[in-house]
């Protein structure tokens, strides 16, 4: 008897079920997320990128951060949460809104999924464009000057020029002037918050209890 035909449909019907239940079941599962209204926790979650955060994430996508950066917390051994890269898990609502998901592979660098909290300061990240030694001494990532422009002063220095540390400053009577792509890619940078709770990930207890003691230290 031949069996060709029987193992061919039973071969089908294997790869088939693992199509559906691998990559057809959760990605039709994740486009029914949607997102959540909670004026407790500042109204639409997850929150939209606008304006020139929106440009940043195109310029972070066109330097290839995504090669050394992640931008999703795990709790597989409560590594990330300890070392203050998150309050809580990424899970799969925390992304509808991307059109490409900027997961990411390696961890070259921290990730950055709740940077914007961690770093709030616009001028922390400019000068880590700059130059990453000037904040993060001994870190790895290239320096992204040619997102700035050195030019001479002519009258008075720029209210946008950077302060830089004497090592890193141009020579006398120039200064650096952010350009709009370093701008747009910091706005990109204190945009990355995940702050909000959702009820398939919770903050961690421990996160939670920093802020309430936060918030009564507040109202004192």
Not at 23 to 33: A, H, M, T
Request: net charge negative; aromatic share 8%; with cysteine.
């Amino acid at each position: 008897m031949n069996r060709g035909p029987f193992i061919f449909l039973g071969v089908l019907i294997i790869l088939v079920f693992s199509w559906t239940t691998v990559i057809l079941k959760p990605n039709q599962e994740v486009g029914q997320l949607l997102a959540i209204l909670d004026d407790d926790q500042g109204g639409r979650l997850p929150r939209e990128l606008q304006g020139a955060a929106q440009h940043g994430k195109e310029i972070y996508q066109e330097l290839g951060c995504i090669a050394c950066h992640t931008q999703q917390v795990r709790v597989a051994a409560g590594t990330d949460i300890e070392r203050g890269w998150g309050n809580r898990q990424s899970v799969a609502r925390d992304y509808i809104d991307q059109d490409r998901v900027l997961l990411g592979r390696k961890r070259l660098g921290p990730d950055l999924s709740n940077v914007g909290e961690r770093r709030p300061d616009v001028a922390w990240h400019l000068l880590h464009l700059y130059n990453p030694q000037i904040n993060s001494r001994g870190s790895n990532m290239p320096a992204y000057s040619f997102l700035f422009d050195t030019r001479e002063i002519v009258g008075s220095p720029s209210s946008r020029a950077m302060e830089l540390p004497e090592a890193f400053s141009p020579p006398e009577g120039f200064e650096v002037i952010p350009t709009r792509k370093a701008e747009s890619l910091a706005a990109y940078m204190l945009s990355l918050k995940v702050d909000y709770d959702l009820n398939e990930a919770p903050k961690s207890p421990e996160t939670m209890a920093d802020e309430l003691a936060i918030a009564l230290e507040n109202a004192e």
